[in-house]
DNA sequence: ACCTGAACACCGTTCAAGT
DNA sequence: ACCTGAACACCGTTCAAGT
């Protein structure tokens, strides 16, 4: 029976689980299948687009659910992500670069965005809320799973997400009168301009 | 004359800057500096402590000044480090890491601390909000470098990055009367505390 | 004090050739 | 269609030995 690519993107998934990404090899892969290094690259393209689809993997049990009361199904969903994505080393990272490259394929981060708008965010701030929480929750498990790695203390460090959380949620369920931000944009804008033309 | 433990880290940062972190290799740097790789050994313990003081280097210029208005200084100073940050391929990730390992090694996020307390900002939420906003810094950052790494679209980018810091900036001028969030912390407890001790 | 030589145990990716 | 063999051009780290 050959090899399918769905059982090549679990392995992988099971081995960044078990070891972190330094084991996650593609030499490592492939000898965890029995096959040889190239046979890899008749199902995935290169070693990137499989992190992508792992960090799909990871967060697939993720429930999304509704219950009316969008702030509170915010949260519970931000805390299920951190549970599920925090004992998987490297998984911070991994995940950022699936939102990162490909934001709609994660279906708990299109559902969060949902959520958002429930909230009454509306137009270009639910956007910018999504990825501010996405990157919050992310950037604080990345951190979190950075320490640990090296034998620092983590004492503290979901209490400090929780608090984040918070103060983003309080503001966004009332009402905004945003106005302003002009002044600080431009000369980013100019930095911008010249990458995006690199591209 | 021999190799000073400072040249070693200005090569390093100019190679990231030059050729972002698939070109930052520990024989690379050695071959850029004309000695062995093993002579690297004798001045930096090993390439994460490297990227560390790295991720230092490449914030040292962007000013620390204090206007008496904490939220435009905060602005001001949140483009400055994404100006910086932006130009050197992998920046953000690296950046991430050393604030993640030593959050008060890089100047510029001690001076973002403060001015964020001049905001009025106290005690837990003082440090919650700034790791809020270097996530969100460091997250928006690395996305887009990503994004442009696969050859990806980022237009916006910029402008989605500046609502964000407007919705945080909006609510941390106001005072707080924040009391709830206990109901989602429970089970993220659970799980920091069994990460914990597996340290 | 500072570095070399040389090794150890690895990498990602490509591609002709096999079945 | 799916995989092997074999190569290409690399990695980080260690450590005896040299100066």
Redesign the interface.
Known sequence: MPLSTDEVIDTAAELLRRHGLADLSMRRLASELGVRPGALYWHVENK?TLLVRVADRVLADVPTTTSGAPA?DI??L??AI??AV??VPDGG?VV??G???DPTSVQVFVHLRRLIGDLGVAG??R???T??I???V???I???Q???L??????G????????????L???GRP?E?T??A???E???T??RR??E??
């Open positions: 990137q509170r949260r519970r931000l805390t951190r549970t925090l004992p990272e950022a670069l939102y990162a490259l270009r701030d956007a910018a809320a990825d501010l996405v990157h919050h992310l950037g604080s990345a951190a979190q950075d320490r640990q090296a034998g620092l203390p983590t004492r460090a979901s209490a400090a997400f929780d608090r984040g959380v918070a103060l983003v309080d503001r966004l905004t945003t302003e931000t002044g600080a944009t000369s980013t804008e930095t911008d990458q995006e690199a591209t």
